[in-house]
């Protein structure tokens, strides 16, 4: 037959498999359910190249399901039922994930899924398999439950309720891959029970990604599905399915608050084949998706989470009236610091939009422990959160004015630096405590105070530097902040002084002396200046260095009277290194002075009775003063003199900037 009318086919029996007899809808299931009407899952548009590809029957239950629930969404009436609070205790003393979990199983598993007369007719449905099914799902909420655990603890012993039969399963473990960053990939292996082994295909999948920039978290899905083969189980299938997906946002926001979501979901379903060839399924679902809202203190730490968590749980099939038990829990939970985040308080518990009757009975337990499992892993995404804003600058940085390197300090100089926090995305002021301020590049090079201060919007914390006596290069202070958005300290929390060093205009002069022997037994004078101005770099404490070239012109002369006096000109290319050493005191320094020459080119030229002539000549020359001592004022100008048999030498140093 055509994809168009088996389809309708299909709709047809489940249409009236909920009609008639005794099919008809428990009192706890929604008003606007009508048992007349055909529900389909929206149509595909049509192609002219290719045919509409048939949905399954797992599909198409899943599809009435997920339009069920989104009714039920917006007809809540917001009843509120009394809630005893004392179900909420499951995690007190606990020691660790492991114990917490083992013990939120055994409230989430199949204990009382054939409860009461919808459990009766789940059960029903379900057949004579029904025990071993409520078993399989069981070990699959065991195994994604596990699967939530870091690697050292995959080996937890999550226990499972045992087999009435004598095909008691044997004990999970599991095979961990580690991926090459965030949080593990894990793949689980167990062993499920099959009656006998060899009758079905079993088929498992176990995917595990971490949650979008921005947030810390994961999504995990574990899936398991079996096909019986012949000759005893041909024709039967069934599919296990459960999502885990906790996440909280990664920085908390200017006033501390942190955005969260948790979605849990397990389902499982059966078929067979109908006596037509078509497939004869049934479904059991249970959904909870949380909205999260977490309070950060003014300490950067979680001080409570509000959860608004809406819950559906359903069945359906060809043979089974469609049963949909919805409720909302809203509350509020703090979390365990020493404990990965574990809850472990519990506060403002309301229960709404939860049916009467048998089912209220039935299913209070279940409730509390879905609002355990969703507080169970919410608690442990904001811890994570919680670690990643606690590396310091990670949601936070702090800002100072003057900002760092943009302030010139002399000798025990002290400057007023205002001090904010600041988010890094929106740049928004945050208050803050500034802590542990101390002097760098270690303590004692100069003087902050106060150590601790605290800032608001619009009043900064103010820090005073006092520079040190004598230059320190990268002098200044440090400090760490800590606020309802994050910390911050280390790198991003340093305030440095501007690199003023030193700035020298050097003038010298150097020529042969013109009375001494050299000069009068009538060997060439040269006379030479120069004038520079030269930077100082600081290359360690008190120590600063400068390199320049420079270009000396010079003039040559002939003292002793001749009958050919001569004349001329001359150059070369000097290396002048300048270092100083700053006194402790930081009231004078010492200066070392010295140049190399190169490109030596000098003549003069002759005339006398015997004619003109013009000769080169070699550049003798050289420096005479090492080492001078001036004070360490800016303006400052000294000069100084020097001499031997042939050379003068005049040097004058003036410092332009410290």
Same mark, same amino acid.
């Given at each position: 037959?055509?994809?168009?009318?088996?389809?309708?086919?299909?709709?047809?029996?489940?249409?009236?498999?909920?009609?008639?007899?005794?099919?008809?809808?428990?009192?706890?299931?929604?008003?606007?359910?009508?048992?007349?009407?055909?529900?389909?899952?929206?149509?595909?548009?049509?192609?002219?190249?290719?045919?509409?590809?048939?949905?399954?029957?797992?599909?198409?239950?899943?599809?009435?399901?997920?339009?069920?629930?989104?009714?039920?969404?917006?007809?809540?009436?917001?009843?509120?039922?009394?809630?005893?609070?004392?179900?909420?205790?499951?995690?007190?003393?606990?020691?660790?994930?492991?114990?917490?979990?083992?013990?939120?199983?055994?409230?989430?598993?199949?204990?009382?899924?054939?409860?009461?007369?919808?459990?009766?007719?789940?059960?029903?449905?379900?057949?004579?398999?029904?025990?071993?099914?409520?078993?399989?799902?069981?070990?699959?909420?065991?195994?994604?439950?596990?699967?939530?655990?870091?690697?050292?603890?995959?080996?937890?012993?999550?226990?499972?309720?045992?087999?009435?039969?004598?095909?008691?399963?044997?004990?999970?473990?599991?095979?961990?891959?580690?991926?090459?960053?965030?949080?593990?990939?894990?793949?689980?292996?167990?062993?499920?029970?099959?009656?006998?082994?060899?009758?079905?295909?079993?088929?498992?999948?176990?995917?595990?990604?971490?949650?979008?920039?921005?947030?810390?978290?994961?999504?995990?899905?574990?899936?398991?599905?079996?096909?019986?083969?012949?000759?005893?189980?041909?024709?039967?299938?069934?599919?296990?399915?459960?999502?885990?997906?906790?996440k909280a946002k990664r920085c908390p926001d200017p006033e501390g608050m942190v955005d969260g979501t948790f979605e849990w979901s397990i389902e499982m379903?059966?078929?067979?084949?109908?006596?037509?060839?078509?497939?004869?399924?049934?479904?059991?679902?249970?959904?909870?998706?949380?909205?999260?809202?977490?309070?950060?203190?003014?300490?950067?730490?979680?001080?409570?989470?509000?959860?608004?968590?809406?819950?559906?749980?359903?069945?359906?099939?060809?043979?089974?009236?469609?049963?949909?038990?919805?409720?909302?829990?809203?509350?509020?939970?703090?979390?365990?610091?020493?404990?990965?985040?574990?809850?472990?308080?519990?506060?403002?518990?309301? !229960?709404?939009?939860?049916?009467? @009757? %048998?089912? &209220? *009975?039935? =299913?209070?337990? #279940?409730?509390?422990? +879905?609002?355990?499992?969703?507080?169970y892993f919410s608690g442990l995404a904001y811890f994570d959160a919680q670690t990643e804003w606690h590396k310091p600058n990670t949601c936070v940085q702090?800002?100072?004015?003057?900002?760092?390197?943009?302030?010139?300090?002399?000798?025990?100089?002290?400057?007023?630096?205002?001090?904010?926090?600041?988010?890094?995305?929106?740049?928004?002021?945050?208050?803050?405590?500034?802590?542990?301020?101390?002097?760098?590049?270690?303590?004692?090079?100069?003087?902050?105070?106060?150590?601790?201060?605290?800032?608001?919007?619009?009043?900064?914390?103010?820090?005073?530097?006092?520079?040190?006596?004598?230059?320190?290069?990268?002098?200044?202070?440090?400090?760490?902040?800590?606020?309802?958005?994050? !910390?911050?300290?280390?790198?991003? @929390? %340093?305030? &440095? *002084?501007? =690199?003023?060093? #030193?700035?020298?205009? +050097?003038?010298?002069?150097?020529?042969?002396?013109?009375?001494?022997?050299?000069?009068?037994?009538?060997?060439?004078?040269?006379?030479?200046?120069?004038?520079?101005?030269?930077?100082?770099?600081?290359?360690?404490?008190?120590?600063?260095?400068?390199?320049?070239?420079?270009?000396?012109?010079?003039?040559?002369?002939?003292?002793?009277?001749?009958?050919?006096?001569?004349?001329?000109?001359?150059?070369?290319?000097?290396?002048?290194?300048?270092?100083?050493?700053?006194?402790?005191?930081?009231?004078?320094?010492?200066?070392?002075?010295?140049?190399?020459?190169?490109?030596?080119?000098?003549?003069?030229?002759?005339?006398?009775?015997?004619?003109?002539?013009?000769?080169?000549?070699?550049?003798?020359?050289?420096?005479?003063?090492?080492?001078?001592?001036?004070?360490?004022?800016?303006?400052?100008?000294?000069?100084?003199?020097?001499?031997?048999?042939?050379?003068?030498?005049?040097?004058?140093?003036?410092?332009?900037?410290?």
């Amino acid at each position: 037959m055509s994809a168009h009318l088996l389809l309708l086919l299909i709709v047809a029996l489940f249409a009236a498999s909920c009609s008639g007899g005794d099919k008809h809808l428990p009192s706890s299931n929604p008003p606007e359910y009508d048992p007349k009407k055909v529900y389909t899952p929206p149509a595909a548009p049509p192609s002219a190249s290719a045919t509409v590809t048939k949905p399954t029957d797992l599909e198409l239950l899943r599809s009435k399901l997920q339009s069920f629930e989104a009714n039920q969404k917006t007809k809540s009436d917001g009843k509120k039922v009394p809630f005893d609070p004392n179900l909420l205790q499951l995690f007190k003393r606990v020691r660790s994930p492991c114990e917490a979990l083992s013990r939120l199983v055994q409230g989430l598993g199949s204990a009382q899924l054939f409860s009461g007369n919808e459990g009766a007719a789940l059960k029903k449905a379900f057949g004579p398999d029904a025990d071993d099914i409520a078993h399989r799902m069981d070990e699959q909420l065991a195994d994604g439950l596990k699967h939530s655990l870091d690697p050292g603890a995959a080996d937890c012993p999550i226990s499972v309720r045992s087999q009435k039969k004598s095909d008691i399963s044997q004990p999970a473990r599991l095979v961990l891959t580690r991926a090459s960053s965030g949080r593990p990939l894990l793949f689980a292996q167990t062993t499920v029970p099959d009656t006998p082994p060899d009758d079905y295909d079993v088929q498992k999948h176990s995917t595990r990604e971490n949650a979008p920039p921005g947030w810390v978290g994961f999504k995990s899905r574990e899936t398991m599905t079996r096909i019986g083969k012949k000759p005893h189980t041909e024709g039967i299938r069934e599919q296990y399915e459960m999502i885990i997906a906790p996440k909280a946002k990664r920085c908390p926001d200017p006033e501390g608050m942190v955005d969260g979501t948790f979605e849990w979901s397990i389902e499982m379903y059966r078929a067979t084949t109908g006596p037509d060839g078509e497939p004869q399924g049934v479904l059991y679902r249970r959904h909870v998706v949380t909205e999260l809202k977490g309070k950060v203190g003014d300490d950067a730490k979680v001080q409570y989470v509000d959860f608004d968590a809406r819950v559906m749980i359903q069945h359906i099939g060809m043979e089974l009236p469609y049963y949909s038990h919805s409720a909302r829990i809203q509350g509020q939970f703090s979390i365990d610091q020493r404990m990965m985040g574990i809850p472990q308080e519990f506060r403002n518990i309301t !229960v709404s939009d939860f049916s009467a @009757g %048998e089912a &209220e *009975a039935k =299913d209070a337990s #279940l409730m509390a422990n +879905i609002a355990l499992i969703a507080a169970y892993f919410s608690g442990l995404a904001y811890f994570d959160a919680q670690t990643e804003w606690h590396k310091p600058n990670t949601c936070v940085q702090i800002t100072f004015t003057p900002a760092t390197k943009a302030k010139k300090l002399g000798p025990n100089e002290s400057v007023a630096v205002k001090t904010e926090l600041r988010t890094k995305e929106g740049s928004t002021v945050v208050p803050a405590k500034f802590k542990e301020a101390k002097e760098r590049p270690r303590e004692g090079t100069g003087r902050v105070s106060p150590r601790e201060a605290e800032s608001q919007p619009g009043t900064p914390a103010t820090f005073t530097y006092q520079a040190p006596a004598s230059r320190v290069k990268h002098s200044g202070f440090w400090v760490a902040a800590v606020s309802r958005s994050g !910390v911050a300290q280390a790198k991003d @929390g %340093e305030w &440095e *002084a501007a =690199d003023s060093g #030193l700035r020298l205009r +050097i003038e010298h002069r150097i020529q042969h002396d013109p009375q001494s022997g050299y000069a009068k037994s009538g060997h060439a004078q040269f006379d030479g200046t120069v004038q520079f101005e030269i930077p100082l770099e600081q290359v360690g404490e008190g120590w600063f260095r400068g390199e320049i070239d420079v270009v000396r012109p010079m003039v040559v002369r002939h003292v002793r009277p001749a009958a050919n006096p001569c004349s001329g000109s001359g150059s070369q290319t000097e290396h002048w290194r300048v270092s100083t050493r700053v006194d402790p005191t930081g009231e004078f320094m010492n200066m070392h002075v010295g140049f190399t020459s190169s490109n030596e080119q000098a003549s003069w030229t002759c005339r006398g009775p015997a004619g003109t002539f013009t000769r080169e000549l070699y550049i003798d020359i050289h420096g005479i003063l090492r080492s001078v001592q001036l004070p360490m004022i800016s303006g400052t100008k000294k000069e100084f003199t020097d001499r031997n048999p042939k050379l003068l030498e005049w040097l004058s140093v003036t410092i332009m900037e410290e």
